[in-house]
């Protein structure tokens, strides 16, 4: 069974950062390519970032280009969004989710989700 578990959310004040983490049990991780999303209340789930199975290739969209971090750890089955200068309109949902198809930008090209963790930023 597949488990891929967020955490690190929570409140932020603006220009304040978190990471998040996303733990996976129940897949070969390291054959997985990663991405991160977001959705926002009355809003469609929309693609932060992501990562190649190796690491060596990382994808942003615009809004987190220079502000976030995605990374991961093979031999911890864990990948970590690093996220910096925060804003309030940053304030979502966060999911993390597994690609074995090397998908990135899209919903569609992923295999497992995780449940979410809250993110929220004041102003």
């Known amino acids: 069974q597949v488990q891929l578990v967020e955490s690190g959310g929570g409140l932020v004040q603006a220009g304040g950062s978190l990471r998040l983490s996303c733990a996976a049990s129940g897949l070969t991780f390291s054959s997985y390519a990663m991405g991160w999303f977001r959705q926002a209340p009355g809003k469609e789930r929309e693609f932060v970032a992501a990562i190649s199975w190796s690491g060596g290739s990382t994808y942003y969209a615009e809004p987190a280009k220079g502000r976030f971090t995605i990374s991961r750890d093979n031999a911890k089955n864990t990948v970590y969004l690093q996220m910096n200068s925060l804003k309030p309109e940053d304030t979502a949902v966060y999911y993390c989710?597994?690609?074995?198809?090397?998908?990135?930008?899209?919903?569609?090209?992923?295999?497992?989700w995780g449940q979410g963790t809250q993110v929220t930023v004041s102003s």
């Open positions: 989710a597994a690609s074995f198809e090397d998908g990135y930008d899209s919903i569609y090209d992923y295999d497992y």
